[in-house]
């Protein structure tokens, strides 16, 4: 279903023009028809004869888990794949008339479905799979130990993270590299965020392989924004590339030429500019490192904020040079005339080319 989707996406890049706007839109319709039916098609194949034996599992295994803040926000996304899987069986089961347009109608009214599956069913199909039974951790005796030498490797600067995930139980695991002398590392877990107060050691291992296996597995990561799929995007507004922009600047005669450059890299709204969409991707990427809830996190989000305040001012005062530029009303002086590249005319056919100079050797110095 991914690979459906992203040929989907190479196809539909070729009936838009250079600024992301659909131009061939019969063409653009046609090639979603084309997903729908693939993606219908595979659905019935691959899916369909185990989305319920599949969603029965996932929910007995969910039942199993230790409460968490995540377990009822996965309970719900497994009644919307319900819900979507039986609206996608119904259709399978009526099929309306071959290449028809109420076979493209229906194809095109289930495809939210088939998106919420290609999306979700990760998480259904991990949590039916939860076979895994993590080691023992450390006692309390050693536990206590074994933060305390990891506690100091950290204040030496020889507590090296490697990675970190979400167990079922909610909980935050770290791998990390504790160099105990100049020569040898212990691979260490962590339980708890590595840069706030109150983390532990629970596990530690001869290498990171032995780590996995012994530690509780990853949980799928949370998103963002809810409401957002990348199988289901809005049609992408139209933006001009910034180089598109710079080449205006460069090829520009008059101070209007360029204002209008600078305008166009402000440009706030629907159609907004590379300086503005600079300061969205700065704020989404803040709200994100925010979301971590971890403190790096809310560092890296404070510091995006700031630069977000310091790139509004910025645009702000682009806009206010293109104005200013805008009432130049000016030309550059024609004493800055073009210079075409110099083109070497070609020998006419039948001729000969001339001779090359004879070589000449330098004369040999003699000590």
């Known amino acids: ?13 070729t009936v838009r023009d250079r600024y992301g706007r659909t131009i061939h839109h019969d063409a653009a ?11 219908v098609e595979t659905y019935a194949t ?7 034996r599949l969603l029965e599992a996932a929910r007995r295994a969910l039942d199993e888990l230790p409460p968490a803040r995540h377990t009822t926000a996965w309970r719900d996304l497994l009644d ?29 009214a289930v495809w939210l479905h088939l998106a919420i599956w290609t999306e979700y069913s990760s998480i259904a199909v991990h949590l039916a799979d939860q076979h895994h039974q993590p080691e023992p951790e450390l006692t309390d005796e050693e536990r206590q130990m074994w933060t305390e030498m990891a506690h100091a490797a950290q204040a030496r600067g020889e507590l090296d993270l490697i990675e970190s995930w979400y167990a079922a139980d909610g909980r935050r695991i770290t791998l990390a590299d504790l160099v105990e002398d100049d020569t040898s590392t212990t ?9 706030a107060p109150g983390w532990e050691v629970i596990g530690h291992y001869a290498h990171e392989y032995a780590a996995g296996q012994a530690l509780p597995r990853p949980v799928p990561p949370g998103v963002l924004r809810p409401d957002v799929s990348r199988f289901n995007r809005p049609e992408p507004a139209p933006e001009r590339p910034l180089q598109e922009l710079l080449r205006d600047v460069v090829e520009g005669r ?9 305008f166009s890299a402000t440009q706030q709204g629907y159609d907004a500019g590379p300086m503005v969409r600079l300061q969205e991707l700065l704020h989404t990427a803040g709200v994100f490192a925010s979301a971590l809830e971890s403190v790096q996190g809310r560092q890296v ?3 995006l904020d700031a630069l977000g305040r ?14 200013d530029l805008e009432a130049t009303v000016a030309v550059l002086p024609p004493h800055r005339a073009p210079k075409p590249p110099a083109i070497r005319p070609r020998p006419a056919l039948n001729t000969t080319p001339p001779a090359p100079p004879p070589r000449t050797t330098a004369p040999v110095r003699r000590a």
């Open 1 to 13: 279903m991914a690979v459906i989707n992203r040929e989907t996406e190479t196809a539909l890049d």
């Open 29 to 39: 319709a046609a090639t979603r028809a084309r997903r729908n039916q693939a993606a």
């Open 46 to 52: 691959h899916l369909a004869p185990y989305g319920d």
């Open 80 to 108: 919307s794949l319900a819900a979507s899987h039986a609206e996608i069986v119904r259709v399978l089961n009526r099929p309306a008339a071959p290449s028809s347009a109420a076979e493209r109608e229906q194809h095109s």
């Open 187 to 195: 691979v260490v877990a962590l339980a708890g965020d590595p840069d």
């Open 254 to 262: 008059a101070a209007g030429d360029v204002s209008e450059a600078l």
């Open 301 to 303: 989000a404070a510091r």
């Open 310 to 323: 310091q790139l509004d001012f910025l645009t702000r005062e682009v806009r206010s040079a293109a104005e």
